[in-house]
Each structure stands twice: as C-alpha cells, then as structure tokens.
Nanobody, 123 residues
Framework: QVQLVESGGGLVQAGGSLRLSCQAS????????MGWFRQAPGKEREFVAA????????YYLDSVKGRFIISRDNAKNTVYLQMNSLRPEDTAIYYC????????????????WGQGTQVTVSS
C-alpha cells in the first residue's frame, strides 16, 4: 500500500513557476513508476508527466514539454513536478500517482493516487 500526499499548488501569474511535491509512504516507493495528472473544471483527467522508478526516463504531455520537469528523490520518497512558464490553460487540480507496473500515460496504469493540489494560473 502506498499513500501519496501532494503539496506546492497555489495561485500564480502567467509566466510564473511552481514546484509540486508528492510525498509517498511505504518502503517500496523506489520500485514504482510515478506520474502526474491534472483535471481542469469540466474536463477529464489527463496525463502530464511520468518517470520510471530509477528516474532515468521520463515522458511528457506535448503541451508541457520544455516547460515542466518531473524528477524524483527515492531517498526522500518524493516526486516533483517543476512547472515553468505557466499558462492559464495549466489551471487544474494536479494529482500524483504510483504505478506498480512501471509507468504509463493512462489512468488505468496507476494503482495509487493522491488527493490532488490546486494550481491556478491567472492571465
């Protein structure tokens, strides 16, 4: 069992930056692939970024490539999402998730989810 708690969300102006953190419980954190998803009002939850258990590989939604960076610190059981050059369309609740099977871009590939943290980007 893995419990995930996100933090770092908030209100920021367009062009600004935020760093989200996701603290995981459990001794097997390093064996899970980790992902970030987001859900805007009235829209379905969508994939944002994912990172393999080793941190050696990552994958991004096209619209965030070059602006967002996912990273992890297995010693701290934490995964991060550095978000730069934020846009109003990035406004959403951001969720981190853990995958026992490795990593993926689909919701069904993830086994554990956090409660989410709100990110609001004003224009």
């Amino acid at each position: 069992q893995v419990q995930l708690v996100e933090s770092g969300g908030g209100l920021v102006q367009a062009g600004g930056s935020l760093r989200l953190s996701c603290q995981a419980s459990g001794r097997t954190f390093s064996s899970y692939g980790m992902g970030w998803f987001r859900q805007a009002p009235g829209k379905e939850r969508e994939f944002v970024a994912a990172i393999k258990w080793s941190g050696g590989s990552s994958y991004y939604l096209d619209s965030v490539k070059g602006r967002f960076i996912i990273s992890r610190d297995n010693a701290k059981n934490t995964v991060y999402l550095q978000m730069n050059s934020l846009r109003p369309e990035d406004t959403a609740i951001y969720y981190c998730a853990a995958s026992r099977s490795g990593w993926g871009i689909h919701i069904h590939e993830y086994d554990y989810w956090g409660q989410g943290t709100q990110v609001t980007v004003s224009s």
